[in-house]
């Protein structure tokens, strides 16, 4: 076996891809340098083309097991599970017990069908939950999570025409707000959006960030996926200032609710769990040793910092704020149900490299890797998001636990959840660091796996799910949505630049005018994001006049299918409004500053906020003028007229 097979050969075996075809539609052979590079990370002994077929051999001896790190029982049913070729050669030694979540354990029998392992056969269906599988052979043993969850996620009894609007909460501001939106804000729009009749509000990601100097406000960059911002905090009557600040400044706002809660003490230990306590202290070395803990102490880098890393008050600051978070986002889940609205949150499809999760969970992030995306049309060089990927391998040997808390982190709040890239779930793009955004591969993830645990997290806190299926998506993921009961993404913007007749959203999508990564509705009429791109250099001058075509062209092929002038933007809007509203879409959530036709956009994709002040533009409007506002009034009760409606949509009359 020559050098380049072997290499391939181990690519493969370890679920990296030797070839794809990128978002521009081109067939693409993946570097030699970037395959050696991945499956190192992933774990080969692996350091050049050379080291292959040794690695190989190394690899596939090492994964001789005789039993899966983890099996999936759909609707509570191991069909036709198989343990190890080891374990079949002498049954009668084998012992198989399973561990059941509640602490119960069930004793499996293990019979020999004669064929290729040994079939486990168990007395019933299992309950759902996350149950720990033992296999006792010789002188081995090994344990395997077994995953027992419903098929298909949940859904609320019936059928429902749900509706609002989508916004970026720290934009979300009143007169009494300060240097960013809070909790009593996002209370305030849903009570606003119910009393006419919508019950749903979205908000992008409510995960901690980095706020001092130098700030990084991208909801999707956290600190932690299992931790609330604690800019969100409603501060009280007390802490109110005259008349919001003149832009969103995640600096002052982190300043000001450091000030409101410097005389609250500590809260008692007892009411403290492990993991709070320990991000908590995590926050306390930052502030002592810097934000990269890759160049902190070796003691604190590898989690046993000493008194001296930590600094008391940081510490006690996160301690408090985020016990004063689960207390106020408790409040609302249930001050929301009185009236039967939601909040659809969602799910970062990654974390800081900086922040808490990679560092509380080192081995399960794979290093010296980033991801992102191949090149396609909105990004010809590829993107680059900053984050490192999660081991999937790791994941398994965890049982995927990180994931697990990450999901019932939101569904404990959420009404709905959204999957950021939800793509990611079959397989992710990793650029090798140092080398260039189009050199990177995909990597498989176990998507029968990933799935469970969220249809699983979804049951148990009634939630229901979305998933970001937009850009590249692979055939996999087209037959899992539907078969696990998740909705996909619709977005007009995306419909309209489909050659041919515009199609509406089905009773499968959830859908949307645009996301925060789109211009917003009158943005996109202008071309606006056009010139930002070119300006930003994420689209060469050379092809700016034959992207602005078809963005005409798209204009025009949708305010046709509406029947009204593209010219005249207002009605343009309310007429999209109505089609969306009388779709058959389950929700329908444009965003909210479309309602006054804000031409930028919160986030231009690819640019970093030191740049561009992606997140940090305030709406241009308070609330208090968004609440009196007469035309905004009419509007909205136009959406709410078409959701009751609900005709099956045709081109607006």
């Known amino acids: 076996m020559n050098q380049p097979e072997a290499l391939h050969r181990l690519a493969r075996r370890m679920g990296v891809y030797t070839d794809y075809v990128d978002g521009l539609f081109r067939p693409v052979e993946v570097e030699a340098e970037t395959l050696v590079r991945v499956c190192a990370a992933l774990g080969a002994p692996v350091s050049g083309p050379e080291d292959a077929a040794e690695a190989l051999r190394a690899w596939e001896a090492a994964g001789e097991h005789i039993a899966p790190p983890v099996l999936v029982a759909w609707n509570g049913v191991l069909s036709g599970t198989r343990i190890g070729r080891d374990a079949a050669a002498d049954p009668d030694a084998v012992q198989v017990e399973l561990w059941l979540e509640s602490g119960e354990t069930v004793r499996i029998e293990a019979r020999d069908p004669g064929d290729c392992g040994l079939e486990l056969l168990l007395p019933g269906p299992l309950p759902f939950g996350y149950h720990r599988l033992t296999v006792q052979a010789a002188d081995r043993s090994e344990d395997c999570t077994v995953i027992s969850a419903p098929l298909r996620t949940w859904r609320r009894a019936g059928e429902h025409r749900s509706w609002g609007f989508a916004a970026h909460l720290a934009a979300l501001r009143s007169a009494r707000s300060r240097s960013v939106g809070d909790l009593r804000d996002l209370e305030s729009v849903c009570r606003w959006i119910a009393g006419y009749g919508g019950d749903v509000l979205m908000v992008l990601p409510l995960l901690p960030t980095f706020n001092q100097t130098p700030q990084e406000p991208s909801p999707y960059s956290p600190v932690s996926r299992l931790f609330w911002s604690e800019l969100i905090l409603d501060l009280g009557r007390g802490h109110e200032v005259a008349g919001a600040p003149a832009r969103l400044d995640v600096v002052r706002a982190d300043e000001e609710v450091r000030r409101a809660l410097a005389g609250r003490a500590a809260p008692d230990p007892a009411t403290v769990d492990e993991e709070l306590a320990r991000y908590a202290r995590f926050r306390g070395v930052q502030a002592v040793h810097g934000r990269n803990w890759r160049d902190w102490p070796d003691r604190a880098r590898r989690g046993n910092p000493a008194a001296g890393d930590v600094d008391p008050d940081e510490e006690r600051f996160h301690l408090v704020a985020q016990s004063m978070l689960r207390e106020q986002l408790g409040d609302l889940r249930r001050s929301l149900g009185e009236y039967d609205f939601r909040l659809a949150l969602d799910l970062a499809v990654g974390v800081h490299p900086d922040g808490y999760d990679t560092w509380s969970r080192q081995g399960l992030f794979a290093g010296g890797m980033s991801v992102g995306a191949p090149p396609d049309g909105g990004f010809p060089s590829g993107q680059d998001w900053g984050f490192p990927p999660v081991h999937p391998g790791a994941s398994q040997r965890e049982g995927h636990r990180y994931l697990a808390a990450s999901i019932a982190h939101q569904t404990a709040l959420a009404g709905v959840l959204r999957i950021d890239h939800v793509m990611a779930w079959t397989r992710l ?225």
């Open 429 to 653: 793009y990793w650029i090798p660091h140092g080398m260039g955004k189009h050199q990177g591969t995909y990597v498989s993830y176990p998507a029968e796996e990933l799935f469970a645990v969220l249809a699983l997290e979804s049951h148990r806190n009634e939630c229901e799910i979305a998933g970001e299926n937009l850009g590249t998506v692979p055939p996999e993921i087209d037959a899992a949505l539907p078969r696990h009961g998740i909705w996909g993404m619709y977005l007009a913007q995306f419909a309209a630049m489909e050659a041919g007749k515009v199609e509406a959203p089905s009773d499968a999508e959830m859908a949307m005018v645009g996301t925060h990564d789109t211009p917003p509705f009158q943005g996109w009429i202008e071309g606006q994001d056009i010139g930002e791109r070119v300006h930003y250099g994420l689209l060469a001058p050379e092809e700016e006049r034959e992207v602005r075509r078809e963005r005409e062209e798209a204009v025009q092929r949708l305010a046709a299918h509406l029947d009204v002038d593209p010219g005249q933007p207002a009605e343009f809007l309310a007429a999209l409004l109505d089609w969306l509203g009388e779709s058959d879409s389950p929700v329908l959530v444009p965003w909210i500053e479309d309602l006054w036709l804000e031409p930028f956009g919160v986030n231009l994709p690819g640019t970093m906020s030191s740049v561009r002040p992606n997140w940090q533009r305030p709406m241009r409007l308070l609330l208090d003028t968004v609440f009196e506002d007469r035309e905004i009034a009419e509007l909205v009760r136009r959406l709410a007229r078409a959701r009751h409606s609900g005709r099956s949509p045709e081109a607006h009359p």
